[in-house]
């Protein structure tokens, strides 16, 4: 009698493991998995999400879902603002039962992001951004993807962040290269950058404090580094100081200094957005110290243009105990401009 209670328990849990295993298969059909995935990632971004194809997934090791030909646009609008060739995404059994926000792995291969679209769509949008941000436990990998401005693009090769946890500590390296097309033909500059921070966020601001950036790249970009803080909210804040290893070779040479040489910087920001913000500019190297102001908008116009006046649309002064002009010494020279950097 006991045994045949046991078969009989034994019969009701298999049954039980049977129906659970139907109803996951079920729930998860790639034609019932699409569109569940997309409304929820679309209702956490506020974008409109579309696909090539179904999702597929996988359940061994851990739940893994892939969705290829990813396409997002606002709500409304046919302008594409984002394409993903491939959005893999690897997530733990206790997200998918109800448990903490936490993504195991996140991998994004062809990525397009039209950055000027992108920029006026999240000026105007309303605020969706989840107060809850997930845990990447096993980081962020993005490849062969690119960030396409007016005028220039940044091909991001490979992007890693090895692990992310809101308020601790994250580690992200990139390597790709600025690409330009001009009327002088395009242009290739091959750069590595590594950032080391702690990303924080509450409701209005999003801060990257303590913030530490290492730059290798060729002219006319800079190889150099930096320690500061960043405050991304209405208005963006940051304040960075560090060392150039040289000065690039086709930047104009500072008067009174030695372009193989380091240079010390400091660069502030205060601002809606970084190009119509007003920086302030410090740069020094032994006897020669400058300070700038600007916009950098108006300088970009100004160089873009056939502008009336010599002088850029900066303040600045410049410091340096010598300084050769067509063969002639000069000793203790400072030279100011003023000119209205307001925005």
Known sequence: ????????????????????????????????????????????????????????????????????????????????????????????????????????????????????????????????APSTWPTLESGLQISNSTIIADGWQLQIDALGLPRFVPGQPAALTMSGHVLRSDAGGASDWPLHLSVDTVIAHDDATITLDPLQISLQAASPLATGHARGDLSIGEMMQFKLAGELAQWPAQWPTLPGTDPSLPMLFVVSGDGPELVQMLLAVKLEQAQTRLLLTLVPAQLQAWLDSDAASPLPPLSGELHTERMMIDGTELQGVEIRVEADAEP
């Open 1 to 128: 009698m006991r045994r045949r209670s046991w078969l009989i328990v034994l019969v009701v849990v298999a049954s039980l493991v049977v129906v659970a295993v139907w109803q996951i298969g079920r729930l998860l059909q790639p034609e019932r998995l699409t569109p569940v995935l997309l409304n929820a990632i679309g209702d956490a971004t506020g974008l409109e999400l579309t696909v090539t194809e179904p999702a597929d997934y996988a359940l061994r090791p851990e739940p893994r879902l892939r969705l290829h030909g990813v396409r997002a646009t606002a709500p409304g609008s046919a302008q594409v603002l984002l394409e993903i060739g491939l959005l893999d995404i690897a997530l733990p059994w206790r997200t998918l039962l109800g448990g903490e926000p936490v993504i195991t792995a996140l991998y994004i291969k062809e990525a397009r992001l039209h950055l000027l679209p992108m920029q006026s769509w999240l000026e105007n949008r309303e605020d969706t």
